[in-house]
């Protein structure tokens, strides 16, 4: 028998009756307009989860497809982005908007031909005068733009500020301190320094690029680097010497077997509840930071890593590159995002509201309310190092690919007693020499650049 | 006489069965049904396969063109390359405790397994859960398991318990069996329970005959039980020698080759020189290197079986 439709039902069908032709008309402009605007690709990482990935479409992407008239960029979540990239670039495929781990990697992307020069553009919106010279200097190939550094970041000595405070103890300004503080913090049955590397080996770079820059100096760095001055070099003996010397101490969590088998949650708990006293870490560990100490109800602090004539160094690195695909089909379309993407406002959206860190643009200090202060203070010092030309190389920028790996892995043969200093060194040598002749080294801004 | 009975009359030749309709289609057909998996096996095997050889010889980065080196790669790995010789050491001692512990493991609980009758399915479920585990999940399940400062060992290292108290992951002498450890942990589950598929086919007769004739349990085992399943047990002694020149994924979750190299295998190797030194070619020729490894293992079992093994 058949059911009459009762009034509720009536007015479920004029309801649906009367929206669709009104979303027949919305969706179909809405139609309409994406299909007037060129479609670009770029690809997230999102090998940690997808919750940063998806925090930098909200600040970047998405206001941008919302102000521009021309362009839509369609973004992806991709875990392993940078292996994904390499292989898709490789079939002339990947997506139009390229992200590198940084320069070096970058490099040889660009050796390979597979991306597009960015000079005309950096004309056309002003990047020459809007990003610090050193930056750019480091996209270049033979004089021509490549590629933008993003994501400029420093290292820094973290404290417990609390335990320092309980116990008396001043954070140390030479190496000479810090050596002599963390005996006094070994004696007090407190680990010197939370550092592991189980998660993440490259850890190792962190504490290799700072003792070279801050035992043997930037200028030392930068003079090999540049084919000025050998590896194997007495300064260099002495600063991997003393990292040497850090970690047969057992100041790294206790002992090298710990180091390797310690998670960066485990050695930060350990920091924040004093077992640890302190780390040397790049800027992006203040969110954990922030996480941990606030449990713990301690307080952090930090200071520039020490050197060794007591001097403030900064040792610069670059998170990331992007770059122009050169089967891009658009690249104009690209060139609008990408300077859209380094916008003062868009760069600040994205630290306050994602944590990261900051391409070498200058941002407002009005636009950076609301981070935390000690970040900001982070901030402030790496940008005035940056522009006074007074920084030091972090390893994952400045280094070439075989060089770094052969620094990060050969650094355990020697804390295990397999190689000597010397021989440590002079493999540096015989690696660099060869990345040298392959032109496989980054673009290493002349010194006197400033910003 | 000869000659004349090849000859073949005129008329005969005509009425040939000229590749009958018949014949043409008993051989011809199973060709077409083939077809298709012989050609995307062409495309997605040997086409890639001749290209790893070919970017064997060359220097390619990953991307971009590649230039011609000969055998430079190869002779930079055999001669050149301390890391390659260590990571084969490792795929060796790795490919030596997978052909002894899991197997015996698996071995020893298929027999005690199988002529269990009531709850039996609870004990093969039990053996096989951790083999439908994910790897990244029981890698970092023992990681911190065998934790000296945290999990159960660190709770027995907190009460003083001796021996507690040592990184086994964070040691050059015991990381490649501790991974090997937890890799075994998952993988023998699964190897008892094709030993147990393999006893459950052995006819019951024969274990009867066995005991009239006065066999022990041991002299059962060696006498009717292996026989048995010897072919499940040699291929999965193949397979496995196949897998160890293959091992990476538990390494690079744990360790990614370290500490100081100690756990690092062939296939670490490539990843690292394709994804992060730039050294495609390089990696190419290693990878190929390993496929040769694994085609002498294959060979050896062609070889023994020809000569009348049965295996």
Not at chain 2, 256 to 283: C, D, H, M, R
């Amino acid at each position: 028998m058949a059911k009459r439709a009762g009034p509720q039902q009536l007015a479920a069908v004029l309801v649906f009756v009367l929206l669709v032709p009104v979303a027949a008309i919305s969706g179909g402009s809405l139609a309409t307009r994406a299909q007037d605007k060129s479609t670009i690709t770029m690809w997230l990482d999102s090998t940690s989860g997808s919750e940063t990935a998806e925090c930098r479409i909200a600040a970047a992407v998405d206001p941008f497809n919302a102000q521009s008239d021309s362009v839509m960029v369609e973004p992806r979540l991709q875990p392993n982005r940078w292996q994904a990239t390499q292989t898709a670039l490789a079939a002339g495929e990947g997506p139009d908007v390229v992200y590198t781990p940084g320069p070096a990697f970058a490099t040889q992307v660009t050796e390979a031909g597979q991306f597009l020069p960015l000079d005309a553009y950096a004309e056309q919106y002003g990047w020459n005068e809007r990003f610090a010279p050193w930056a750019l200097d480091l996209g270049k190939s033979d004089g021509v733009l490549y590629n933008i550094p993003n994501q400029v970041e420093t290292l820094a000595l973290f404290y417990n500020q609390t335990l320092f405070e309980e116990n008396g103890w001043q954070p140390p300004t030479t190496i000479d301190e810090l050596a002599a503080l963390s005996e006094e913090i070994a004696a007090a049955g407190i680990i010197p320094f939370a550092h592991a590397n189980q998660e993440f080996r490259d850890a190792n770079e962190w504490f290799i690029g700072e003792y070279l820059n801050h035992v043997a100096g930037p200028e030392n760095v930068y003079a090999a680097l540049t084919g000025e001055k050998p590896w194997t070099d007495p300064e260099f003996v002495d600063a991997i010497s003393a990292l040497n010397e850090a970690q047969q101490n057992g100041w790294f969590m206790g002992g090298v077997d710990r180091y390797y088998t310690t998670t960066f949650a485990d050695a930060n708990a350990a920091l924040a509840a004093g077992e640890a006293a302190m780390k040397i870490e790049g800027s992006w560990t203040v969110a954990d930071l922030n996480t941990f100490f606030g449990e713990s109800g301690s307080e952090w602090g930090w200071v520039p890593m020490p050197s060794t004539s007591g001097d403030a160094i900064y040792d610069l690195g670059i998170g990331s590159t992007v770059s122009i695909n050169a089967n891009a089909e658009n690249p104009d379309a690209v060139a609008e995002f990408i300077d859209y993407l380094f916008t003062p406002e868009t760069q600040a959206r994205l630290v306050v509201e994602c944590g990261d860190s900051p391409a070498s643009v200058p941002l407002e200090e009005d636009a950076l309310a609301g981070i935390d202060p000690q970040y900001a203070e982070i901030l402030v010092a790496q940008n005035e190092a940056s522009a006074a030309g007074g920084y030091g190389y972090t390893v994952w920028t400045f280094f070439p690919p075989e060089t770094r790996t052969h620094m990060i892995e050969n650094i355990e043969r020697l804390w295990s007693g397999g190689m000597t200093v010397e021989e440590y060194l002079q493999d540096v040598q015989t690696t660099f020499d060869q990345e040298v002749a392959d032109g496989a080294v980054p673009p290493i801004p002349n010194r006197s650049l400033t910003g | 006489m000869r000659d004349t009975a090849v000859q073949t009359h005129p008329s005969l030749a005509l009425h040939r069965p000229r590749w009958s309709r018949a014949r043409l289609r008993r051989h011809a057909v199973p060709w077409l049904f083939v077809l298709p998996i012989l050609l995307i096996n062409l495309l997605v095997v040997l086409g890639p396969a001749v290209a790893a050889v070919y970017y064997s010889m060359t220097d390619w980065s990953g991307i971009g063109a590649a230039d011609f080196v000969g055998l430079a790669n190869y002779q930079e790995l055999f001669f050149e390359d301390p890391s390659f010789l260590s990571a084969f050491v490792h795929n060796v001692v790795w490919l030596a405790m997978f052909l002894t512990v899991p197997i015996a493991m698996g071995l020893i609980a298929a027999s005690l397994l199988a002529p269990i009758r009531r709850g039996a399915l609870f004990f093969r479920l039990a053996l096989f859960i951790p083999y439908v585990l994910p790897s990244v999940v029981v890698a970092h399940l023992w990681s911190s398991l065998i934790h000296p400062d945290r999990g159960v060992v660190g709770w027995l290292n907190e009460r003083g318990v001796p021996g507690t108290d040592i990184a086994l992951l964070g040691r050059e002498s015991t990381v490649l069996p501790t991974i090997a450890f937890i890799d075994n942990w998952r993988w023998w589950g699964f190897l008892m329970v094709l030993f147990l598929a393999g006893m459950q086919n052995i006819p019951p007769d024969l274990f009867e005959a066995a005991r009239l004739d006065g066999a022990n349990r041991w002299q059962e085992f060696r006498d009717v039980t292996l026989p048995g399943i010897r072919p499940v047990l040699v291929f999965m002694i193949l397979m496995t020698s196949i897998w160890s020149f293959l091992t990476f994924d538990f390494i690079w979750i744990i360790t990614q080759g370290g500490p100081a190299g100690a756990s690092e295998v062939l296939s670490i190797l490539v990843f690292k020189n394709a994804f992060q030194n730039f050294e495609a070619g390089y990696a190419a020729a290693i990878g190929i290197t390993m496929s040769l490894f694994v085609g002498v293992v294959i060979s050896i079992f062609v070889v023994l079986r020809r000569r009348g093994w049965e295996i």
